[in-house]
């Protein structure tokens, strides 16, 4: 279930991608401030994020263990979130689209209704193939455009860049 009833107010369950990089943490602290929304994390090791943990966990969210350079750690990941925001872009391509790919497969597997993938100025569902293909990033941005093309979205609503 993507939401809980605390008295009237429920409360929108996100997990953030990447919530120590420069991106991910400007999207934290505003995610943060919104009190109908509770937040959660995906990091490579809570036990070296003290304090993140737990600040996420004095916001009533969850510091999840994981990892998309090892894409066999995000079994069940997303389960119970209502949106999953992605603000993860390494710099060699197989963690960028296999850790996604496995993000968006667990998304599917785990009834996700949102999954916001890091946009960073290139939008490539408004690009044929062949103009994606004089692009910076293209053969990522195209294994993973085939990839999403290829899955049975009918519950998930895969976009870039960060909306709520």
């Known amino acids: 279930m993507s939401t809980t009833s605390s008295s009237s107010q429920q409360s929108l369950h996100i997990l953030l991608i990447a919530p120590k990089s420069k991106l991910g943490s400007l999207i934290l602290n505003h995610l943060l401030s919104y009190p109908h ?4 994390v995906l990091i490579n090791d809570p036990s070296k994020d003290k304090n993140l943990v737990n600040l996420i966990q004095n916001t009533g969210g969850r510091a999840i263990k994981g990892d998309l350079k090892n894409p066999q750690t995000l079994k069940n990941a997303t389960q119970g979130f209502h949106t999953v925001i ?9 963690i960028h ?3 996604h790919m496995a ?3 667990d998304c599917l597997e785990n009834d996700v209704q949102r999954f916001v993938l890091p946009s960073f100025g290139l939008d490539i569902s408004r690009f044929s193939n062949e103009e994606l293909s004089h692009a910076i990033f293209v053969p990522q941005w195209l294994r993973l455009k085939a990839f999403i093309e290829s899955q049975p979205l009918n519950t ?3 976009t870039q860049g960060i909306y709520i």
């Open 37 to 40: 929304l509770s937040i959660s």
């Open 97 to 99: 689209v296999e850790g």
């Open 156 to 158: 998930l609503e895969v």
């Open 103 to 105: 993000l968006i497969q």
């Open 86 to 94: 992605s603000a993860y872009r390494p710099l060699e391509e197989n």
